[in-house]
């Protein structure tokens, strides 16, 4: 995996949306090991929740997913959180839902669009726990409707708190994390020639 020093420097917008190379990239043996380090990671992390109360738990999973992003793009990203999910459900002994997979697949690939090959900054960190905000308001109720049965408007109003919440700690477990990420990617997988 070709890493340079300019890798994480304000590059053109067009190279997130570069489904193509990303794809290719995918196909390297450096970047599935990365694809499989990143579900492992994610696995790993959802051991790792914090319950706060009953109704408040700060989960860290998500990380692995912005990880994908940030080193791979969006497709990287939506591949970790898509296979990510389905191993987690495997290893834990969760019934296994689609919708999800389809969930932790859009914050990966969302975030690899707002940080794939960018400069970390508090903004961006904002942005992609505004990514997990929203999609865990809008797409994680519908499918707890689907199999559950709970009424959308005990469910929104319910999860409007929790994850607004979650939503401040959020940015500043992202924005921590994704500026240690970059300086370990920095390092461990320096420039090749």
């Given amino acids: 995996m070709q890493i340079s020093k300019d890798t994480f420097s304000l590059?053109?917008?067009r190279e997130a949306l570069d489904f193509r190379s990303q794809l290719e990239n995918l196909r390297k043996v450096p970047h599935l090991c990365m694809c499989?380090?990143?579900?492992a990671l994610y696995v790993v992390l959802s051991f790792c929740n914090i319950v706060l109360s009953p109704t408040l738990e700060i989960r860290i999973g998500f990380l692995a997913f912005i990880a994908a992003g940030m080193v791979g793009g969006p497709v990287m990203g939506f591949v970790v959180g898509f296979l990510g999910d389905m191993l987690n459900c495997l290893v834990r002994g969760f019934a296994y839902f689609p919708g999800f997979s389809l969930s932790y697949?859009?914050?990966g690939a969302l975030c690899g669009l707002i940080l794939y090959k960018a400069r970390v900054t508090k903004f961006r960190a904002a942005g992609c726990a505004f990514v997990e905000y929203l999609i865990s308001i809008t797409f994680t109720s519908l499918w707890l409707y689907l199999m559950y049965g709970t009424p959308l408007q005990v469910l929104l109003t319910s999860r409007l708190i929790k994850c607004t919440l979650n939503f401040f700690v959020n940015i500043i477990i992202?924005?921590?994390?994704i500026e240690a990420f970059q300086r370990i990617i920095r390092v461990a997988l320096p420039a090749q020639k």
């Fill in 174 to 177: 992202v924005y921590i994390f």
């Fill in 105 to 107: 697949a859009l914050v």
């Fill in 36 to 39: 499989g380090l990143l579900i």
């Fill in 11 to 13: 590059k053109s917008p």
